[in-house]
């Protein structure tokens, strides 16, 4: 509208050239320096909110976060596409970038489905289509963090996180061990396996605590150490080697404290064992009450 | 407001000075009202001209156009019909077609990510599209967030609003630039964070959440701050559908500019008034057909001017008629 004014071209042409330069590099500094700091606070926003929460899981076949940033471009099919409703989109004011999908183990968590049609819905390749088998997904890692209030670690048969686990005995077994408290009853643990766990949150759903659970899937980079690469594994040494690396070694004996007595219960050749004193079991440490029950 | 009214009797403002030739300006035109000091209401004259109906047939088409694209992404979640999946960046219509926005996978691409031959296509096929027929359709026929803006504008004028300072016209191809620049840089989607097009649109299928605070803000600045400051002056996605339709195949024709009463009714409607006059006043060129790439194609020109001077045709029609 402000070209329809009333002044007359040639007027406008002499008024020069020099000053209509002037105002275009001025206003071409002005509109670049806005438009620049717009784009940097977009990009250090981005930068910003990259750190994902730990609470919330990338689908199955997600790339690496970093990567998965530049390919997903939060349309919101792998979403559509979860029969469950596990997967959510962030919202502007969530913790994950917004848009894209996430979901929170103690909400809802990944069924697994076989054909993962989350996978198959995603155009761009942010989750991996050369994921077929859901077993090898790696949304994250269960950990049995509290061993404060975890039941089974009170020693209590809970045993839900394990019951519910899709790759029962093998991401989560129960390992047997002793139970000190009452010292005549085993525990029997909750343990996690990262060559199967896929990260899927039931066991995390599942927890029996009120509110917190006291197994929680973790991204992998919180939930493992780095792998020790210089300590090398006597054990897995000798297994690769089909024999000690070292040969055999001379036992010596500890001076003083050799022999029988002192607890050493190897056996010579023809020599048979000790008959064992008819195990006792120990009183409850404090109190003077001893029922007599035996295991 | 305190302005001075004219006789009521007096149904057209003659135009005194000398623009003798001019036919007489409708009280109600932009033009008109200026010089009787009222308020200005672009399109009433049409109205009398066309009757309603005519007068609004391009705004009709294209809120039932806008209203029904959304509306196919609706009924999925709403109703359990699925017929679109997905949203504006990237879709599957009845389980076969993709349709992608080119837009957000450049983004994607600088980000340093070849997406699936799935998004390619469907990238490719949009873009085929508005390359044909004229990117920033997007714009006025599709994206929702002109719906918001249109209604910012609309209450500019409402209230006569005037003055307010809108960004310098190149900040958009500026910030397309920052923004692709930014996502090389920063190897993630670092626009889509607070992309209001697309987030508007995810947030209406998939849930607010602050989205309506930004919504809120786009409007705001359009109404108070800068008028059309948004999809005129900012966005970099209208941009990138700008340049994407300078070879369009349809676009506006003044072609009756012979008959045009100088009421500036199409300039107060216009999203982008200044592709107008190169076109309807021969500036700069000789033919009555609108080539700029941003213009939107919108065709609320050719609603409001009671003179039938534009009319949509294709780009190798430049007669007048």
């Known amino acids: 509208m402000k070209d329809a004014n009333d002044t007359p071209a040639p007027a406008r042409a002499t008024t020069g050239t ?31 909110a990259a750190a994902l929460p730990a609470t919330a899981l990338r689908p199955p076949g997600a790339l690496a976060e970093g990567d998965f940033l530049s390919a997903c471009v939060r349309c919101g099919l792998c979403a559509r596409d979860c029969p469950y409703d596990t997967l959510k989109l962030a919202r502007l004011g969530d913790a994950p970038a917004t848009g894209t999908p996430y979901f929170e183990a103690r909400g809802v968590p990944c069924e697994m489905c076989e054909d993962i049609p989350c996978v198959v819905a995603c155009p761009t390749g942010a989750l991996d289509h050369g994921l ?164 | 407001m305190s302005t001075p009214r004219a006789p009521a009797a007096d149904p057209v403002v003659s135009a005194q000075s000398a623009a003798s030739a001019r036919p007489a300006l409708p009280r109600s035109s932009v033009r008109g009202a200026a010089q009787l000091g009222l308020a200005a209401r672009p399109g009433v004259e049409a109205v009398a001209a066309k009757g309603w109906l005519r007068a609004h047939k391009w705004l009709l088409l294209r809120r039932l156009s806008q ?27 009845l389980g076969v077609l993709p349709l992608s926005d080119p837009f957000v996978l450049a983004q994607s691409l600088a980000a340093g990510h070849l997406p699936y031959r799935q998004a390619l296509i469907g990238g490719g096929i949009v873009f085929a599209f508005y390359l044909a027929f004229g990117g920033r359709l997007f714009c006025s026929w599709v994206c929702p967030m002109n719906l918001v803006t249109d209604a910012a504008a609309w ?32 190897g993630s989607l670092a626009w889509e964070w607070l992309n209001p097009v697309s ?4 947030a209406l299928l998939f849930g607010f959440g602050l989205a309506w605070g930004l919504v809120g803000g786009v409007f705001l600045y359009d109404l108070l701050i800068a008028p ?17 339709g300078r070879a369009s195949l349809l676009g506006v024709s003044a072609a009756r500019r012979r008959d045009c009463n100088d009421c500036m009714d199409c300039f107060a409607v216009c999203p982008e008034p200044q592709v107008i006059r190169p076109a309807l006043k021969a500036a700069g060129q000789d033919h009555p057909l609108i080539l700029d ?24 029609n430049r007669s007048e008629s």
């Open chain 2, 293 to 316: 790439g941003d213009c939107t194609r919108c065709g609320r020109c050719i609603d409001v001017c009671g003179k039938s001077v534009f009319r949509i045709t294709t780009r190798f």
């Open chain 2, 67 to 93: 209203l029904g694209v959304l509306a196919l992404f609706l009924v999925g979640p709403w109703f359990g019909c699925w017929v679109v999946k997905g949203n504006l960046t990237s879709s599957l219509t």
């Open chain 2, 155 to 186: 209450l500019r004028r409402r209230l006569g609003l005037k003055g307010g300072k809108a960004p310098a016209a190149a900040s958009r191809y500026w910030l397309l630039g920052f923004v692709l620049l930014a996502a090389a840089l920063s």
């Open chain 1, 132 to 295: 077929t088998d859901i077993t090898q997904a790696r949304m994250g890692l269960a950990v049995l963090i509290d061993h404060e209030t975890c039941l089974n670690f009170l020693g209590l048969r809970c045993d839900v996180c394990y019951r519910v686990c899709p790759v029962i005995d093998k991401a989560i077994t129960l390992e047997k061990s002793h139970n000190p408290r009452s010292d005549r009853h085993a525990m029997l643990l909750p343990t996690v396996h990262s060559d199967y766990c896929t990260g899927c949150g039931k066991c995390e759903k599942a927890c029996v605590l009120p509110g917190e659970a006291a197994i929680k899937v973790l991204p992998l980079k919180l939930a493992q150490g780095s792998r020790a690469e210089h300590y090398r594994r006597g054990w897995e040494e000798k297994e690769a080697a089909g024999g000690s690396l070292i040969g055999e070694q001379v036992e010596l004996p500890v001076r003083g404290m050799e022999d029988k007595a002192y607890g050493d219960t190897r056996l010579r050749p023809g020599e048979t064992p000790l008959p064992q004193p008819e195990a006792v079991p120990a009183a409850p440490a404090g109190s003077g009450l001893d029922s007599r029950w035996k295991p």
């Open chain 1, 18 to 48: 020099r000053s209509s330069r002037r105002r275009f590099l001025k206003e071409a500094a002005g509109v670049a320096g806005g438009a620049g700091l717009l784009a940097l606070g977009a990009g250090l926003y981005a930068r910003q």
């Open chain 2, 199 to 202: 987030m508007l649109h995810r």
């Open chain 2, 228 to 244: 059309r400051g948004w999809c005129g002056h900012l966005c970099p996605q209208g941009a990138f559908y700008s340049l994407l």
